[in-house]
């Protein structure tokens, strides 16, 4: 049975920073590119960022880009997202997502895993 599960989300002042975690089971973490992706309230989840099986490529949103760092470790089956110089705007429920094809990064609906969620609220 494949789980992904986050943690690391919490509430931080704006301008601060969060670091998420996404630890992976079930599966071969090292065969699945990995994303990050977000949901605030009235909103449809969007993509944040991804990184290759490997971690050799990267992708990001242009609203995180400069901000936001994903990396991963295979050995520890985890991925992670830094997050500094928070906005409120970045106040959602951040997912992660495993795809096995890598077809294409953004698209959720390419994503075969998803985790439960951890929610990050920035306050100004």
């Known amino acids: 049975q494949v789980q992904l599960v986050e943690s690391g989300g919490g509430l931080v002042q704006a301008g601060g920073s969060l670091r998420l975690s996404c630890a992976a089971s079930?599966?071969?973490?090292?065969?699945?590119?990995m994303g990050w992706f977000r949901q605030a309230p009235g909103k449809v989840r969007e993509f944040v960022t991804a990184?290759?099986?490997?971690?050799?490529?990267?992708y990001y949103a242009d609203s995180v880009k400069g901000r936001f760092t994903i990396s991963r470790e295979n050995a520890k089956n985890t991925v992670y997202l830094q997050m500094n110089s928070l906005k409120p705007e970045d106040t959602a429920v951040y997912y992660c997502?495993?795809?096995?094809?890598?077809?294409?990064?953004?698209?959720?609906?390419?994503?075969?895993?998803w985790g439960q969620g951890t929610q990050v609220t920035v306050s100004s």
């Open positions: 997502g495993a795809q096995r094809l890598w077809s294409s990064r953004c698209r959720i609906a390419e994503y075969d895993y």
């Open positions: 079930g599966l071969t973490f090292s065969t699945y590119g």
């Open positions: 990184i290759s099986w490997s971690g050799g490529s990267t």
